[in-house]
């Protein structure tokens, strides 16, 4: 499986962003996926998840009521729209999708597959 993150770029705090993933492979290897972000000097934290269905969907709570992630199965894609966005949304975006249909949405560790990362800048 291949994840290709894409989207992202510089906003002013208010303002919305879209950073999207795509998997080619054997997509069919996976059932959750997610989004994290790292911030420089920082560790890399969740943002937001969603079940292979995409009717369940998880989000951290410095990004719930603003971020909303999406999937679409028949495309192989996943979406996370960002909107009114903060100077501390600054970071590089990874998008990962795990084969474990258990766990702990928001372990990195339970996701086996990364992309390779979309810088997000907001400026204040």
Do not use: H
Not at 21 to 43: D, L, V
Request: aromatic share 12%.
């Amino acid at each position: 499986v291949q994840l290709q993150s894409s989207g992202g770029g510089l906003v002013q705090a208010g303002g919305s962003l879209r950073v999207s993933c795509s998997a080619s492979g054997r997509t069919f290897n996976i059932y959750k996926m997610a989004w994290f972000r790292q911030a420089p000097g920082k560790e890399r934290d969740f943002v937001a998840a969603i079940r292979g269905s995409g009717d369940s969907t998880y989000y951290s709570d410095s990004v719930k009521g603003r971020f909303t992630i999406s999937r679409d199965n028949a495309k192989n894609t996943m979406d996370l729209q960002m909107n009114s966005l903060k100077p501390e949304d600054t970071a590089v975006y990874y998008c990962a999708g795990s084969s474990r249909r258990f766990g702990t949405y928001s372990d990195r560790s339970e996701y086996d597959y990364w992309g390779q990362g979309t810088q997000v800048t907001v400026s204040s």
